[in-house]
């Protein structure tokens, strides 16, 4: 371990970011987007995390052991995710449930390979983090040639003759989003009329939209995250334009309605079948809602995301990490929330359920 790693440690553990944990205690820790703009997803992994946490130690812990969890903010920023991976290792983490952001998981990936730690990602969809990731690399969601197929084909299919922007923020997750989704949509044999980058965190996307009006728009796919895709589309509406707006599985949070208002009416966006609505999730969700929480979005992928770890460590027998790894793509497949999971060579899921979902009148539903 480095000098800088260990400072690195101290240095959060003078601020008080490390929980107090029992010697003999697991060392496992999920980390997402604490604050920032997409605070709401790190607040999804959280309390995901948290619940899966206290019901397994209810349950007897894993191997005679607790769970002791530490979250990280990584602020869905890269750098900030790869110090928070250098702070896991010091403190002993075997085990990491997340990142949420795809432009943080892929290099945090890399510590993790090093470090000896065993990563499952509930939210980031891009290829790139299994395609190019290790042994350590699993995921409880699908990816994005999968969600960016069905956007594709039901773009080609329901809109016919219409004139398609495609938009991303130039993000590992929204770009990757938007450029397999363009892939499909051109394999159908539609060409879109405008491709273009925009950048996240501003206010006004005027020139935007003024952008899309002009060159008569009338569907536009957005690969990005909630809070920019909100204003876009909101300012659209305020222009007077009335595009159909399609984005990915980053749009499942309420705070997009809150973003967009009655703006928002009609919008569409790609995510697994609800699984708040699985059987195997009923207990869970109940637990949730007995505290006033919704389980929306990645809460559930999550919880799964600790479960199939403390199956797979149990059945392992051990929580070396390399071995836990082997059981997870040997074995299978793993009960969880989510039901029945079985993970490949890569750490992939073996079936993925993307569909569509429409938002209205402030909630969203399947179509």
């Given at each position: ?22 010697a003999a ?6 980390a ?6 997409y ?61 949420f ?13 090093e ?9 980031s ?46 993000s ?22 405008l491709?273009?980058p ?20 009338d ?72 505290k ?5 979005g ?28 082997e059981t ?40």
């Amino acid at each position: 371990m480095t000098r800088t790693t260990l400072f690195a440690g101290a240095a959060l553990l003078a601020l008080g970011l490390w929980a107090p944990a029992k010697a003999a205690d697991i060392q496992i820790a999920s980390a997402g987007p604490v604050t920032g703009a997409y605070a709401t997803f790190g607040a999804q992994l959280k309390n995901g995390a948290e619940q899966a946490v206290a019901d397994i130690n209810a349950k007897g812990g894993v191997l005679g052991k607790k769970l002791a969890l530490t979250i990280g903010d990584d602020a869905c920023d890269p750098k900030q995710a790869v110090s928070l991976a250098n702070d896991f290792a010091a403190k002993g983490v075997v085990f990491v449930a997340g990142h949420f952001c795809s432009g943080s998981s892929i290099p945090a990936s890399k510590v993790y390979t090093e470090e000896g730690i065993l990563e499952i990602s509930p939210a980031s969809t891009n290829p790139k983090y299994t395609d190019e990731g290790s042994w350590n690399t699993f995921r409880t969601c699908g990816r994005d040639d999968q969600q960016g197929q069905v956007a594709g084909d039901y773009i080609a299919t329901h809109f016919k003759g219409k004139k398609v922007a495609i938009l991303h923020d130039n993000s590992a997750y929204g770009k990757g989003l938007a450029d397999e989704t363009k892939k499909f949509l051109n394999a159908a044999g539609v060409k879109e009329t405008l491709y273009t980058p925009y950048t996240p965190g501003e206010k006004d996307y005027s020139a935007l939209v003024s952008r899309l009006k002009d060159a008569g728009i009338d569907v536009i796919y957005i690969g990005g995250y909630h809070t920019e895709i909100g204003l876009i589309e909101r300012q659209a509406k305020e222009q007077g334009m009335k595009p159909q707006v399609i984005g990915g599985d980053a749009l499942q949070t309420n705070e997009f309605w809150q973003i967009t208002g009655p703006a928002g009416e009609g919008t569409l966006m790609t995510f697994p079948a609800d699984p708040r609505n699985r059987p195997t999730a009923a207990a869970v969700v109940k637990e949730f809602k007995d505290k006033g929480i919704d389980p929306e979005g990645y809460v559930l992928y999550t919880y799964a995301a600790v479960q199939i770890w403390a199956e797979a460590a149990t059945k392992a027998g051990t929580t070396d990490s390399k071995k836990v790894s082997e059981t997870l793509k040997a074995s299978g497949p793993w009960d969880s929330v989510l039901g029945p999971i079985s993970f490949n060579a890569k750490g992939d899921i073996t079936k993925s359920d993307y569909v569509l979902y429409q938002w209205h009148d402030g909630n969203y539903h399947e179509l």
